[in-house]
């Protein structure tokens, strides 16, 4: 799968659900429809197949692959290209905070808008442009692009990210943040 459709297929499941995102894979073979499972199937192992485990719950990842920071802790391989990864810390009411460090990858054909920078020179927003998508940005800053959705929000779907809009990825530590407020660009 290229970088392009595995970006695509993020920021459609990201927004729309991984029903959605399946039915747009399942759209892109020969076949027409999407099969189901019928209430009288089981589980079962292929025939002659190694029987199924216990569990079908991923395992979690655990040791080099996992960060601590201010014990938040989360993965510490970025998306896409990215060594690292960031992520915003968000409770129910209080300041959002970055955990780990932004690095900017380049412009992306879904991520090719403005940055701009703290009086440190540091990352702080990003202007969504046309054709961007959520989890594309997040592979450009090396940050998960789910908080980045919630602490701007633009999550769950209906509240999508829309051209002009500009995201914060640095949140100040002294502004107060709730999931009631509505998006509102920062204050320049």
């Excluded at 292929?46 to 199924?52: I, K, N, S, V």
Aim: glycine residues 12%; proline residues 10%.
């Amino acid at each position: 799968m290229s970088r392009v459709t595995r970006i695509a297929v993020r920021a459609v499941a990201g927004t729309a659900g991984v029903g959605l995102a399946i039915s747009l894979i399942a759209g892109c073979s020969a076949s027409s429809g999407m099969l189901t499972a019928s209430p009288d199937e089981t589980d079962a192992a292929p025939a002659g197949g190694p029987p199924l485990t216990e569990s079908t719950t991923p395992s979690q990842p655990s040791g080099a692959d996992l960060q601590t920071i201010e014990g938040h802790t989360f993965s510490a391989i970025g998306p896409g290209d990215c060594a690292t990864n960031a992520m915003i810390a968000i409770e129910r009411e209080g300041p959002g905070k970055l955990l780990g460090e932004l690095t900017d990858m380049g412009t992306s054909g879904y991520a090719s808008g403005p940055v701009g920078y703290d009086e440190q020179g540091k990352i702080e927003t990003y202007t969504v442009q046309p054709g961007d998508a959520l989890a594309a940005i997040g592979e450009r800053f090396c940050i998960d692009y789910i908080t980045v959705g919630v602490y701007n929000h633009r999550t769950p779907p209906g509240k999508t990210i829309q051209p002009g809009d500009i995201l914060v990825l640095r949140p100040d530590p002294t502004v107060t943040w709730s999931p009631d407020d509505e998006y509102a660009p920062p204050a320049p």
